[in-house]
């Protein structure tokens, strides 16, 4: 009896000790939720940004080729064995090739050189050559256009300097006028030293005048310019503004825009007289992708476009709208805010953190 007496009070103890256990669990978990604090939301700090004076714009920097082609001024009139060639830029008195002893130079003349040059003839012609005889150092005083004794006198001192014979005349082919000097010249092809002359070859060939200016891009360069990007070109102190009048593969694959004048001129206007009379001139050109416009300038992440297009920005004292003149860069230049005004970034306005949504537990 005292025995079931023992092992019952031994299982009531332990029936205590278990309830006390669950409910020190029940109470520290309680005490644990209820002292832990709710979640909470953290909003972002906003973002401001202050307008200020800039520009945006974007441009490419190529290079347009100028090419002017060149064709035959003049024909030979020598016969005779070509000793000695010159090609390349000359400027008034200098030699363009030799046949025999007889050096063929250059003259400034808009005319042809066109007949035997002797005393008591007159005209442009005549003055051309006085011309070269008194940088040639043999002819004093200007020129009058008259063959005279003076002229005789200095045609056959230098022919004498030369050391040909002192005829006091000269023949028709041993002067090449050009109309602007200096220029650069080719040769053709009998004008080459060792090869006989008869007289009427293609002697030289000069630049005429006609100009084409292309810009000749690979195709990820030609992929980059659109078809109404212009194109400011720069030859020295000058910049003559350019269109793209179309476009075009050359041999290599390689894309060719055709370029005239932003009237649709040429390109060089009235200024294509100071340009090189080379076959060939490389310019410095910039490729007007967007155009540069100034102003006061925002991060285009301040800029907020309304469903009916109009747009606005956030400030300090509320919502601004704005007229968007241009953009790139990251930038937007606007009216209707003044440089200094601080702008709201990537918001609509600034919020504050929200209140918390986690339901509350109770202790």
């Not at 006609?210 to 810009?215: D, K, M, Q, T």
């Amino acid at each position: 009896m005292s025995g079931a007496r023992r092992a019952g009070g031994a299982l009531l103890v332990g029936a205590l000790v278990a309830g006390a256990g669950g409910l020190g669990w029940w109470a520290g978990r309680a005490t644990l939720v209820s002292e832990a604090p709710p979640e909470q939301s953290v909003a972002a700090e906003p973002v401001w940004a202050e307008a200020s004076e800039g520009s945006v714009g974007r441009s490419l920097n190529y290079s347009t080729t100028l090419r002017q082609p060149s064709l035959p001024v003049a024909f030979n009139g020598l016969a005779g064995v070509v000793t000695a060639v010159h090609p390349g830029e000359v400027t008034a008195g200098d030699p363009l090739y030799a046949v025999g002893d007889t050096t063929v130079r250059a003259v400034k003349l808009g005319t042809p050189m066109w007949r035997d040059l002797a005393r008591g003839v007159r005209g442009d012609d005549v003055a051309a050559l006085q011309a070269l005889l008194k940088k040639l150092g043999h002819l004093e005083g200007g020129g009058d256009g008259v063959f005279g004794a003076r002229t005789e006198a200095a045609v056959k001192a230098w022919q004498k300097k030369e050391g040909r014979a002192q005829t006091g005349t000269v023949a028709r082919g041993e002067l090449v006028a050009f109309e602007r000097l200096p220029v650069t010249v080719s040769l053709g092809k009998d004008i080459a030293v060792g090869r006989v002359l008869a007289g009427g070859e293609e002697a030289v060939l000069a630049p005429t005048g006609a100009r084409e200016f292309v810009l000749v891009l690979t195709d990820d360069q030609a992929r980059q310019v659109p078809a109404e990007a212009a194109v400011d070109i720069t030859f020295e102190d000058q910049t003559w503004p350019a269109a793209i009048a179309g476009s075009r593969q050359d041999e290599n694959g390689q894309t060719m825009f055709d370029l005239v004048g932003a009237d649709g001129g040429e390109v060089c206007a009235d200024a294509c007289a100071a340009l090189p009379l080379d076959a060939q001139v490389t310019l410095r050109s910039q490729v007007v992708v967007v155009p540069r416009v100034s102003g006061v300038t925002v991060p285009v992440a301040a800029v907020r476009t309304a469903p009916d297009g109009s747009t606005t920005v956030m400030t300090e004292a509320g919502e601004v709208r704005v007229e968007v003149q241009g953009s790139g860069q990251g930038l937007a230049v606007v009216e209707g805010i003044d440089v200094g005004t601080r702008v709201l970034l990537g918001q609509s306005a600034p919020t504050e953190a929200a209140p918390s949504d986690a339901p509350d537990e109770e202790g």
